[in-house]
Nanobody, 121 residues
C-alpha cells in the first residue's frame, strides 16, 4: 500500500503565503515525478506544478513567479511554497506521485486526499 499525506493548507489573506507538504510512504520502489494539482468549485482539476526525480520543474502559467515546488527525495516528500496568493488560488490542492511499487515494480499514479487552500480578498 502507498499513501500520500498532505499538510499545510488553510485560510490566508490575499498577498500572503502558505507552504504545502506531501509525504509518500508505503511499498515504494522509486518515485518518478511528484506534483500538485488543484480543483476549484465547478472547475476541472488542473496541474499547478510538478517536479521530476532529477529536479526538473514545470509550472502552470498562472502561478509562475509566485509558487515554488521542491522535493526531498530521501524523505519522499514534495513541497509547494505559495507566495503572493490571490483569491483565484482558492481550491482544494491534491498531491500526486508517479511511482513504481516495490515488489512487482508496477508503475502507478497515486493521489493525496486533498487540502483546502482559501485566499480571502
Amino acid at each position: 500500500q502507498v499513501q500520500l499525506v498532505e499538510s499545510g493548507g488553510g485560510l490566508v489573506q490575499a498577498g500572503g503565503s502558505l507552504r504545502l507538504s506531501c509525504a509518500a510512504s508505503g511499498s515504494i520502489f522509486s518515485i518518478n515525478a511528484m506534483g500538485w494539482y488543484r480543483q476549484a468549485p465547478g472547475k476541472q482539476r488542473e496541474l499547478v506544478a510538478a517536479i521530476t526525480s532529477s529536479g526538473s520543474t514545470n509550472y502552470a502559467d498562472s502561478v509562475k513567479g509566485r509558487f515554488t515546488i521542491s522535493r526531498d527525495n530521501a524523505k519522499n516528500t514534495v513541497y509547494l511554497q505559495m507566495n503572493s496568493l490571490k483569491p483565484e488560488d482558492t481550491a482544494v490542492y491534491y498531491c500526486h506521485a508517479d511511482l513504481r511499487v516495490a515488489g512487482n515494480l508496477r508503475r502507478a499514479d497515486y493521489w493525496g486526499q486533498g487540502t483546502q487552500v482559501t485566499v480571502s480578498s
